[in-house]
């Protein structure tokens, strides 16, 4: 069966961007609100608890295919549940849109509290979006956090539309300029647009500048959020497939004005994390390529799929640490078309101080199960990631819910965060196709011995309400 991937942007979609960074507009100004910024980049709702967003970008929604949605999973004492639940489409009450065919809401989504009152606000891409009669532009919604969340919400301003522009094919939120107000950043295969800090919900965001490469430029895909340097501001890095065949990495590093390219290196493609491995006050990064046979380069992993660590530090990244199924102490075999690292996550699961490397790869079969799934953890250490104690995770692990089945894409998505309030991150963990493309999400609690099955719950499509055939989990929040 023939893995599913995110949506292919049309090779006449997007113009290149050039000379550099580009200042494109002011922002919008705003006044100073009142409340304290959020303590949770997550915490929708203000209870204190973090919550987790998880799309479904394929669903059907009043009959038009792919028009998407996304459900969001409130936290409580316990973690997560379906207790306290909502889902969103671009029907529902205070979100702008009509759920049109190929919309692909829920695409990409990230967190934090734009407009600093005090609740995390919900961003959502919607890459396939028709704007007026702009075909493929996308759009970016953000839905505004508070004790009843997602009641009202705003769309980005986009400057100068085109044709398969694909606005919000992935999104993140940062303070890249170290003012304490965070900032969004919108990937476009040709760039990624930046609005600064200071959002009010009765205005449009406006573009304030955009961060291009000029000549080998990226058709960029992928971005997370870190602190690389140790400034105290946030960097962000954007992987993507270059029109050099090799697939490659852009890192800007925050700084008062606007973030400036630090470096580029040539991995990733596929998904991309950063986190502080070693635990030195220098996030670390980890990039992955699934399909790697599609790109002018040597495949250690012989169409496996493989991960690119580089620890960080003042200057950047270091040299390449390159793990696949046949690295050492890594379990399982290399074998082709596994998708070994169809998702990264990096983060504290055993409340040390130096963060786990997660790797999910969807099409890992198991036994004669082809594209069953499952994940990999790596445990962090002071020389970066640890290669013995690796810990392999599946439907067929014991305490986790459910059996591995042929076709589930278990660890589809992976994301780390501390929904129990334990001190130790937890992982979430989907598989898009369970139960015949309907979907499912697992939540697997951290240890300081570090992560077992062992008290592992599952939440299934139908218990958020969601039809079969949904594809529920086929993208996460970052």
Do not use: C
């Amino acid at each position: 069966m023939p893995l599913p991937l995110r949506t292919v942007v049309a090779t006449a979609a997007v113009t290149a961007l050039t000379g550099g960074l580009l200042v494109v507009a002011p922002v919008a100004s705003a006044g100073a609100a009142a409340a304290a910024p959020a303590k949770l980049a997550d915490d929708f709702n203000g209870d204190g608890h973090r919550d987790v967003a998880v799309g479904a970008p394929y669903k059907t929604v009043g009959g038009a295919q792919a028009a998407g949605e996304v459900v969001v999973a409130f936290g409580t004492a316990d973690g997560l549940g379906t207790a306290n639940k909502t889902a969103l489409t671009q029907s529902s009450a205070g979100v702008p849109g009509t759920p049109e065919e190929s919309d692909h809401f829920g695409m990409s989504m990230a967190s934090g509290d734009l407009d600093g009152d005090g609740f995390a606000d919900l961003v959502v891409g919607a890459d396939g979006e028709d704007v007026e009669a702009v075909e493929g532009q996308g759009s970016v919604t953000i839905l505004w956090g508070g004790t009843k969340p997602f009641t009202s919400s705003t769309t980005t301003t986009v400057e100068n539309p085109q044709k398969w522009q694909a606005h919000g094919y992935d999104v993140a939120v940062g303070d890249f300029t170290g003012d304490s107000g965070a900032d969004l950043a919108v990937v476009e295969p040709g760039g990624v647009v930046v609005y600064e800090g200071g959002f009010a919900r009765e205005s449009k965001p406006v573009p304030a500048y955009t961060l291009s490469v000029p000549g080998a430029g990226l058709r960029y895909s992928e971005a997370a959020v870190g602190d690389v340097n140790g400034d105290g501001r946030d960097d962000l890095a954007v992987t993507g497939d270059p029109d050099t065949g090799r697939p490659g990495t852009d890192v800007f590093t925050g700084q008062e004005g606007r973030p400036n390219r630090l470096q580029r290196v040539d991995d990733g493609n596929t998904d991309i994390a950063l986190g502080d491995i070693n635990g030195d006050g220098f996030d670390d990064m980890a990039t992955s390529l699934t399909w790697p046979e599609f790109f002018s380069i040597d495949d250690p992993s012989n169409g496996s799929g493989y991960v690119t660590v580089r620890l960080g530090s003042r200057t950047g990244f270091g040299d390449p640490l390159v793990l696949h199924q046949n690295s050492t102490g890594v379990p399982g075999a290399n074998e082709d078309d596994d998708n070994w690292g169809a998702s990264v996550a990096i983060g504290d699961i055993t409340g040390d101080g130096k963060a786990e490397l997660v790797v999910g790869a969807n099409g890992e079969q198991l036994g004669d199960l082809d594209n069953a799934g499952d994940v990999t953890v790596f445990r962090g250490s002071a020389s970066g990631v640890s290669q013995s104690g690796v810990v392999r995770v599946s439907q067929d692990t014991a305490g986790v819910p459910g059996a591995a089945e042929a076709g589930d894409l278990f660890g589809a998505q992976v994301r780390i965060a501390d929904y129990d309030k334990d001190g130790k991150g937890d992982l979430a963990v989907t598989a898009s196709f369970e139960n015949n493309r309907s979907g499912g999400l697992w939540t697997l609690p951290g240890t300081s011995s570090g992560l077992t099955g062992s008290g592992s719950t599952s939440l299934s499509s139908a218990e958020f309400g969601l039809a079969a055939g949904s594809r529920f989990g086929e993208t996460m929040q970052d």
